[in-house]
């Protein structure tokens, strides 16, 4: 080999001001990292109190960053980009935190995890091959153990950290339908409720499957699964000659927070080796408490999706997919000779590429197990428990305010109810998603609306232990006077 040494001396040297900006064994780069988070840590820890949203609309947000130079000649330095950048983002985010954020499924934060996240990403460990995350790998493989565990999985169970519930259940149904081969495209099913997640239609229309292959199954008036519907739907399948793929059973639904019948689910798939996928990115945070009781019948599947940035704290991106058995990953063991060649290089190194579709891959599991450890076991079950008390309290309250209709009594942790309006049903839809909108804006609740019963409901999602029923009734008395305005505005007009 030819190395023209010439040239390479000749290379101009980096501006050290431009180095240091990489972090990397020197002193001066570790010193501009403390500094940025430092100032960053500051910017958080003084900016976390108040509104839980400035109010600005979208024109207004954008206005913002169009007046903003994002690629400057010369760089600003870190504090002025943290005044320029990092405190609109601070000053304009949704404060996940505050308790009358109730909105979705997208939780306030453990501190422990942010604090694992600084490590996460100041190391950058990438869990597609061992050799670029040598701890982090390993962590990753104790932490799902552990969760196997927990899920009442055989010992043959393993599993990967995934960006979420929605990536967890296409893998799982990619792996059901490797099954088949091309027969799955061609004449698969997948049969589920009809209350599950949205991204199970997503997954069968991205991974090919016909456009009628996912079967929505009758739920019951609690929003679970109809097992009888489940047995006749399967019934009809097969007369039709077409293959079950899977039957996806879902552990918290996103509306009604509804588990399946897992356990008799689990006899129906078992009784005709039908592959079954229990969506519990929502209700698998239940395993972390004294109610993981109600989610019998887990232990059975062939595949689960947990999230732990759901019910379990965690920044996003937080989620897992769990096999029964680790041979079920074969169908994405693919080797690269550049990454996990088939002669291995580092003899019994795990390279976690083979079990998921991602290459390079963030170690978030370093967040969980940080967590799990700071919190504990009875710090979670405690921090659990007080969300789905604060959930039973906050039906209670729904239930005792004249405009306000419960539609079913809560079972995980979010509250539908719909409001009730002397002008009607659709003038009632029309003010719910007003009243929605106006208490946004005024920072006073992040709300949920959605339709159930085909009408405009309310939803409030307490994955907070904060939002405790003191904060509760404030934000019903705020729906009431807003709602009435709204309605008194529409009489007029
Ligand atoms: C039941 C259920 N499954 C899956 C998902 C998708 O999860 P993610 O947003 O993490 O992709 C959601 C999201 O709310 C959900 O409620």
Not at 129 to 151: N, Y
Not at 368 to 389: F, K, P, S, W, Y
Request: charged residues 20%; aromatic residues 6%.
């Amino acid at each position: 080999m030819n190395v023209n040494v010439a040239a390479l001396k000749a290379a101009p040297a980096i501006d050290p001001d431009y180095a240091d900006q990489i972090l990397g064994p020197n002193t001066a780069s570790r010193r501009a990292f403390r500094e940025a988070m430092l100032q960053a840590v500051d910017l958080v820890a003084d900016g976390t109190a108040g509104s839980l949203y400035s109010g600005t609309s979208v024109q207004g947000l954008r206005a913002l960053l169009d007046d903003l130079d994002p690629l400057p000649e010369v760089g600003t330095g870190i504090a002025a980009a943290l005044a320029d950048i990092g405190r609109p983002a601070l000053e304009h985010a949704l404060a996940v935190g505050h308790p009358a954020v109730v909105a979705h499924l997208h939780c306030a934060v453990a501190v422990p995890a942010l604090a694992a996240e600084v490590l996460i990403s100041a190391t950058n460990q990438s869990l597609d091959s061992w050799d670029q995350s040598p701890f982090a790998t390993l962590v990753e493989e104790r932490v799902l153990t552990w969760m196997t565990q927990l899920a009442g999985l055989p010992v043959s169970a393993s599993g990967s950290f995934t960006s979420g519930g929605s990536q967890s259940n296409m893998t799982a149904l990619y792996l059901a339908a490797a099954r088949f081969g091309a027969q799955a495209r061609r004449s698969g099913v997948i049969l589920t409720s009809e209350q599950s997640h949205f991204s199970i239609c997503k997954s069968a229309a991205i991974l090919g499957f016909a456009d009628d292959a996912v079967i929505a199954i009758a739920t019951d008036a609690e929003g679970q699964m109809s097992v009888s519907a489940l047995e006749a739907g399967l019934q009809r399948v097969l007369g039709e000659g077409r293959v079950p793929v899977a039957v996806v059973a879902t552990a918290g639904t996103t509306d009604l927070g509804a588990i399946d019948p897992l356990s008799e689910i689990a006899d129906l798939a078992a009784a005709r080796d039908i592959w079954m996928h229990v969506d519990a990115a929502y209700g698998g945070g239940l395993l972390f408490s004294r109610h993981r009781g109600r989610l019998a019948g887990l232990e059975r599947a062939h595949s689960i999706a947990l999230d732990f940035h759901k019910m379990l704290f965690q920044p996003i991106s937080c989620g897992a997919l769990l096999l029964a058995d680790r041979a079920y990953f074969a169908p994405l063991a693919s080797k690269a000779d550049y990454l996990n060649p088939e002669d291995a290089v580092f003899a019994d190194a795990p390279n976690l590429v083979e079990r998921s579709m991602q290459t390079t891959r963030r170690a978030d599991a370093l967040k969980v197990l940080m967590t799990m450890r700071a919190v504990g076991r009875d710090g979670l079950d405690a921090l659990i428990c007080q969300t789905l008390e604060n959930t039973r309290a906050a039906a209670e309250a729904v239930e005792a305010c004249d405009y306000l209709r419960l539609a079913r009594p809560p079972s995980l942790s979010t509250v539908l109810f719909r409001y009730v309006s002397a002008g009607g049903p659709d003038l009632a839809d029309e003010i719910t998603l007003k009243t929605r909108a106006a208490l946004f804006h005024a920072g006073i609740a992040a709300l949920a609306t959605t339709v159930f019963d085909g009408r405009v409901h309310f939803k409030l999602t307490l994955l907070n232990p904060r939002s405790t029923p003191d904060v509760v009734h404030r934000v019903l008395d705020a729906i009431g006077e807003t709602a009435r305005e709204l309605e008194t505005h529409h009489a007029r007009a």
